[in-house]
């Protein structure tokens, strides 16, 4: 992913709303969300170069999605980011066991944030979750954790609005904080087409509020938008996840095409149901 707003214990009846952008050369072949044959319940997208994903959630309620940090080009590196998310979808670590696991071995791959939860599972995080126990059905949601191997230590997300795209967490470029603003005010009525729509705003931020990161201003410009368009690059597909305190669990993803074009939707429904 290139983009990701996420609200984690806020609205009453949904304890995790995740709104995501996927950026990517058109030519990089990939297929649409759907449940993977080889892994039954497992629902993400799949990369059919790298062989990996950006964002996938499973039936016993693992998540994890990776957006790549943007830096000056350097070394090549053999591991694929997207396999950061199919290993810990596919393994049965905890949350926080596969963060610690990957530490030392995170300079294997390019700069990456990774954002991962096993929900209702065992959560290691101190939660202030007990002020919303009137609204849940059916025990808490596991911790959300975030790690980036340009940013040191493994995060547990406090309960609350949370933003990430190209640099670490809650870095306060135009676009992060403006859809962080616009989920929130959204969660008021958190209708599935609306929350979507906010991924699909192409304006781009004025020159003087554009990060430098080693690469054009050019690229700066047309990166700082929620939703890219070009030719040869843009949003790919936008996403939307939403986890239910009945732990029913929805996905939908708009793929598109070169300048924009609406490709089409898939949506996927089923219930969580943890291991014991």
Same mark, same amino acid.
């Given at each position: 992913m290139c983009l990701i707003a996420l609200s984690l214990q806020v609205q009453n009846r949904y304890p995790l709303v995740l709104l995501a952008n996927r950026d990517e050369f058109y030519e990089r072949p990939s297929a649409p969300l759907a449940e993977w044959p080889e892994?039954?319940?497992?629902?993400?997208?799949?990369?059919?170069?790298?062989?990996?994903?950006?964002?996938? &959630?499973?039936?016993?309620?693992?998540?994890?999605?990776?957006?790549?940090?943007?830096?000056?080009?350097?070394?090549?590196?053999?591991?694929?980011r997207g396999h950061l998310v199919?290993?810990?979808?596919?393994?049965?670590?905890?949350?926080?066991?596969?963060?610690?696991?990957?530490?030392?071995?995170a300079d294997e791959y390019a700069g990456f944030s990774l954002l991962i939860c096993d929900a209702w599972g065992d959560s290691q995080a101190d939660s202030q979750a007990d002020s919303q126990a009137d609204s849940r059905d059916d025990g808490d949601i596991g911790g959300m954790y975030y790690f980036s191997n340009r940013g040191g230590k493994v995060h547990a997300?406090?309960?609350?609005?949370?933003?990430?795209?190209?640099? &670490?967490?809650?870095?306060?470029?135009?676009k992060v904080a403006g859809l962080k603003s616009a989920l929130r005010a959204a969660l008021q009525r958190p209708d599935e087409g609306r929350l979507l729509e906010l991924l699909h705003d192409s304006r781009v931020a004025v020159d003087e509020n554009l990060p430098d990161t080693g690469?054009?201003?050019?690229?700066?410009?047309? &990166?700082s938008s929620r939703f890219i368009q070009s030719e040869d690059y843009g949003t790919r597909a936008?996403?939307?996840?939403?986890?239910?305190?009945?732990?029913?669990?929805?996905?939908?993803?708009?793929?598109?095409?070169?300048?924009?074009?609406?490709?089409?939707?898939v949506r996927e429904q089923f219930q969580i149901e943890p291991v014991d």
């Open positions: 892994h039954p319940g497992l629902f993400a997208g799949r990369d059919l170069r790298g062989g990996g994903t950006w964002m996938g &959630l499973t039936r016993n309620g693992r998540f994890a999605a990776v957006t790549n940090f943007r830096e000056a080009p350097g070394a090549r590196f053999d591991s694929s199919t290993d810990f979808l596919t393994g049965s670590f905890t949350a926080l066991d596969y963060l610690t696991e990957l530490q030392p071995r997300l406090a309960p609350g609005i949370h933003g990430l795209s190209n640099h &670490l967490l809650d870095t306060p470029w135009p690469i054009s201003p050019e690229w700066e410009r047309m &990166l936008s996403n939307l996840v939403m986890l239910g305190w009945d732990r029913v669990a929805t996905m939908v993803e708009r793929s598109f095409g070169p300048g924009g074009e609406f490709i089409g939707e």
